[in-house]
């Protein structure tokens, strides 16, 4: 299923993390609708080269998930391209992005690239601190970004991102009420089945990480809470 609009559910695996052979078979026949391969730290040519290789013995589009162009290899079913909208600095917002095109342009196979336009909420996650994004945001200033990513910019994508801290439900639901075309990706500190379908409800696609490395069997349960 390589259509996002069909999406639900998705493991996001840090190259930078150990999984085991056992671990990583469950989490691609899980039912999940996808594995992104991204992270903020030490994501290398190597260790993503690794990962999709061993992704790619199994069934599953297998997404990478762009954070620094030194670790875009070939052999990815699509490329996500985060662009993060509330960032102060405009390297992450559009300049990187200008240098990566200056260089891979000619190359590109534009039907494989799907921009994410990031919403960054947790002040402490690496993403942040990384971006300097603007977290200290209100309700309305959220939902005037998803405003923003669908209506001016007309992204695929609008991704509220709390990394390792269980978000504002009540946010999520009003940045969902505002997008008709852009779909809502939520990801942050999801552990339990309970905690995904809430979420679910309201996100159109939700992104579960950490807790596959500290609670693999909770991981996997969050896939059957969804779909
Ligand atoms: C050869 C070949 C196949 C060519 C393909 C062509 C291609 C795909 C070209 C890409 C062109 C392009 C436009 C690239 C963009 C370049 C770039 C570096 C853009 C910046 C991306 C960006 C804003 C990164 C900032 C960090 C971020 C938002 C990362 C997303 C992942 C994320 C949030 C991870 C979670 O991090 P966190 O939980 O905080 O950290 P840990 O899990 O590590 O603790
Ligand atoms: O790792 P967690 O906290 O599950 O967050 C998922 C994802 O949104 C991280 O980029
Ligand atoms: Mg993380």
Not at 118 to 125: G, H, P, R, S, V
Request: aromatic share 8%; proline share 3%; hydrophobic share 40%.
């Amino acid at each position: 299923m390589y259509d996002i609009n069909e999406w639900k559910h998705v493991f996001k695996l840090d190259p930078d993390k150990e999984i085991s052979d056992e671990a990583l078979e469950k989490i691609c026949e899980s039912g999940t609708d996808a594995i992104m391969v991204g992270g903020s730290d030490n994501v290398t040519e190597d260790n993503v080269l690794n990962l999709m290789s061993r992704i790619r013995r199994y069934l599953i589009p297998c997404v990478l998930e762009v954070s620094t162009v030194d670790s875009i290899i070939p052999g990815f079913d699509l490329y996500f391209i985060p662009t993060v909208l509330n960032s102060k600095r405009p390297e992450w917002i559009v300049e990187l992005h200008q240098q990566a095109v200056k260089e891979f342009g000619e190359i590109m196979n534009w039907d494989e690239i799907i921009v994410e336009g990031y919403c960054i909420l947790n002040e402490e996650c690496k993403a942040a601190k990384l971006t300097e994004a603007n977290t200290d945001l209100t309700c309305d200033d959220v939902v005037a970004y998803a405003r923003v990513a669908e209506n001016i910019f007309h992204l695929p994508i609008f991704y509220l991102e709390y990394s390792g801290k269980l978000g504002d439900l009540s946010l999520v639901e009003e940045a969902k009420n505002v997008l008709s075309n852009t779909k809502l990706f939520y990801g942050g500190g999801i552990t339990t089945p309970e905690e995904a379908k809430m979420f679910a409800e309201h996100a159109d696609v939700v992104v579960v990480g950490n807790v596959i490395y500290s609670n693999l069997d909770a991981a996997l349960l969050t896939v059957s809470a969804i779909k």
